[in-house]
T-cell receptor, first 113, second 114 residues
């Protein structure tokens, strides 16, 4: 079975600073996908960034980037130049071909003005 | 259009009521999902529909009954719920359950069972 672990239940960061959220996973699959989703308070869950396991290059989306270490089964999210709107729950998710998502327990991030 | 819509936004129902939640997407996605989410917790998968057929039922109690009338619509029929069923119910869609693409989530229905 696939498991996804987020070891940081809560984090905070000063506005304009950089923060890294950690995620590890366990799988015996070689082909899979990893995602970071953001869920602001009382708002919709949206996709932040997506990584395909067969791609060695780390995905980036504007201020968001990942550090994907396949051998270590690690998939951390770096948020640069943090903004107040980044305050949210962040969920790491794993998906293998032909099946559903496995979510981590989430990290609650607060950006402090 | 990358939108998944859900109605109603809020629902309060008694334990003897029957109600339905509705989800709609017009992205041409052929996989649709129902999740249950408690506060500060990750979504828990309930059902997966692939090409309008139920492909996964995560041992959900029969008081929850899903229905997929067509490729754009997903319903969740509720009957004789318990107070512990109070939660945010999320609908999501993806290109296909056989793929590995991202899921697009709706805003959810906040359900309170009294």
């Amino acid at each position: 079975a696939q498991t996804v672990t987020q070891s940081q239940p809560e984090m905070s960061v000063q506005e304009a600073e950089t923060v890294t959220l950690s995620c590890t996973y366990d799988t015996s699959e070689s082909n899979y996908y990893l995602f970071w989703y953001k869920q602001p308070p009382s708002r919709q869950m949206i996709l932040v960034i997506r990584q395909e396991a067969y791609k060695q290059q780390n995905a980036t989306e504007n201020r968001f980037s990942v550090n994907f270490q396949k051998a270590a089964k690690s998939f951390s999210l770096k948020i640069s130049d943090s903004q107040l709107g980044d305050t949210a729950m962040y969920f790491c998710a794993f998906s293998r071909t032909g099946n559903q998502f496995y979510f981590g327990t989430g990290t609650s991030l607060t950006v402090i003005p | 259009d990358t939108e998944v819509t859900q109605t109603p936004k809020h629902l309060v129902m008694g334990m003897t009521n029957k109600k339905s939640l509705k989800c709609e997407q017009h992205m041409g996605h052929r996989a649709m999902y129902w999740y249950k989410q408690k506060a500060k917790k990750p979504p828990e998968l309930m059902f997966v529909y692939s090409y309008e057929k139920l492909s996964i039922n995560e041992s959900v109690p029969s008081r929850f009954s899903p229905e997929c009338p067509n490729s754009s619509l997903l319903n969740l029929h509720l009957h004789a719920l318990q107070p512990e069923d109070s939660a945010l119910y999320l609908c999501a869609s993806s290109q296909a359950a056989t793929g590995s693409g991202e899921q697009y989530f709706g805003p959810g229905t906040r359900l309170t069972v009294t």
